[in-house]
């Protein structure tokens, strides 16, 4: 389903934002994949020409999905247990969405934390949901301890612990993938 169109754009030799393919209606810039995009948006939805990393989940390890969306596997050293929780289609705003489908993706959002808390026993859990990069409406589930690299500023904060010692084990994280895809939201 298109509702609006992402165009490849540059920079003209004012800095002023431009279309390579002559569109004059510009909404939002992006860089995605290396490129320029601008977001050209129609009624809710957004599709980006240029592909979006979250509506293709080829290289993602999904762990659950219904017709609404998929809980990924982040595999990240650093965060063991970081999973997203992704819309299935290209939407940009939680406000956008009808309000039983935001219900139900937060269910899953509530479902992921409960298992991710209940598996391993971490410090404090970090939701988020930011789309700055991607407008693509995902919720990152973060399980956080004191000690990691981050705390107690944001993942995407300058880290704080150059070596930190996490109670994680292999197990445990295999133990929350298999929750994870047995979840019953």
């Known amino acids: 389903m298109r509702f609006g169109s992402a165009v490849p754009a540059t920079f003209s030799t004012t ?33 980006m020409d240029g592909g979006c990393v979250l509506c293709n989940d080829h290289d993602q390890q999904v762990l659950w999905r219904d017709e609404l969306c998929r809980v990924i596997w982040v595999n990240d050293p650093d965060y063991p247990g970081f999973c997203r929780v992704i819309l299935n289609r290209h939407v940009a705003e939680m406000t956008d969405l009808p309000a039983q489908e935001r219900d139900w993706l937060m269910e899953v959002v509530f479902a992921v934390e409960h298992e991710v808390r209940d598996t391993l026993n971490p410090d ?48 445990m994280i295999e133990r929350l993938k298999q929750r994870l895809q047995q979840l019953a939201p």
Request: aromatic residues 8%; positive net charge; proline residues 9%.
């Open 124 to 171: 404090k859990i970090n939701l988020a949901s930011l789309g700055n990069m991607v407008p693509h409406v995902h919720w990152h589930v973060i399980p956080r301890w004191r000690n990691d690299r981050h705390f107690p500023g944001s993942i995407w904060s300058a880290p704080q612990n150059d070596n930190p010692q996490l109670p994680v084990t292999a197990d």
């Open 15 to 47: 800095g002023q934002l431009q279309s390579l393919s002559g569109h004059d209606s510009i909404h939002a810039p992006i860089v995605y994949g290396g490129g320029l995009f601008i977001i050209r948006r129609k009624h809710k939805e957004i599709v």
